[in-house]
Structures are given as C-alpha cells and as structure tokens.
Nanobody
Framework: QVQLVESGGGLVQPGGSLRLSCTVS???????MAWYRQAPGKQRELVAR???????NYLDSVKGRFTISRDNVKGAVYLQMDSLKPEDTAVYYC????????WGQGTQVTVSS
C-alpha cells in the first residue's frame, strides 16, 4: 500500500512563503500527482496538479502564487507557496490525481499575523 508523507507546513505571516514536500513510498513514474487542501469546515479541494510530462494546472485562487513540481527519481512532489494569504490556511495533502490512494496525515499551513 502506498504511503504518503507530507511536510513543510507551519505558521507564516501574510505575504510569506512555504515549501511543502510529499514523499511517496511507491513509484510516481507515469502517475499524475496533485496537492489538495482542506480548510476547517470545508470540503477538501484540488489546489494543483502535475502530469507525467510536468504540465501543471492550478486552482484559480492560487494561480501565480503557487508552483507544483515533481522529482520522479526521489518519488517526491513539492508545492512552493508564495504571497500567502489567510485564506490559504488549511491542511495540505498530496495524492495522485484522481485521488485514489489512502490519504496521509497532511501538513498544517496557517497564514496569520
């Protein structure tokens, strides 16, 4: 069973940056990967997706601020988050796209002054 481990979250002031990392216990070759987030009281939503050819797609509200990338050799996916806003506060998860693997613990991102 694939295991997902997210890291890199924390408390940051508005306008700050964080880089999230996700390690996958299995291979990610040939697999679309994505970052999702779930804010308190809200449903989990897709934030960014990256294809096997590294084509990327983003939630409208994060376009121009977030960048997803992947390292197939390391079995890792990253999310560079810049110009963070309070509304980005959520638990962030990675998974394949569509999400079929068991979810990991996620990493908490809190944007607050």
């Amino acid at each position: 069973q694939v295991q997902l481990v997210e890291s890199g979250g924390g408390l940051v002031q508005p306008g700050g940056s964080l880089r999230l990392s996700c390690t996958v216990s299995g291979t990610i070759f040939g697999i679309y990967m994505a970052w999702y987030r779930q804010a308190p009281g809200k449903q989990r939503e897709l934030v960014a997706r990256i294809t096997t050819g590294s084509t990327t797609n983003y939630l409208d509200s994060v376009k121009g601020r977030f960048t997803i990338s992947r390292d197939n050799v390391k079995g890792a996916v990253y999310l560079q988050m810049d110009s963070l806003k309070p509304e980005d506060t959520a638990v962030y998860y990675c998974n394949e796209y569509p999400d079929t693997w068991t979810w990991g613990q996620g990493t908490q991102v809190t944007v607050s002054s």
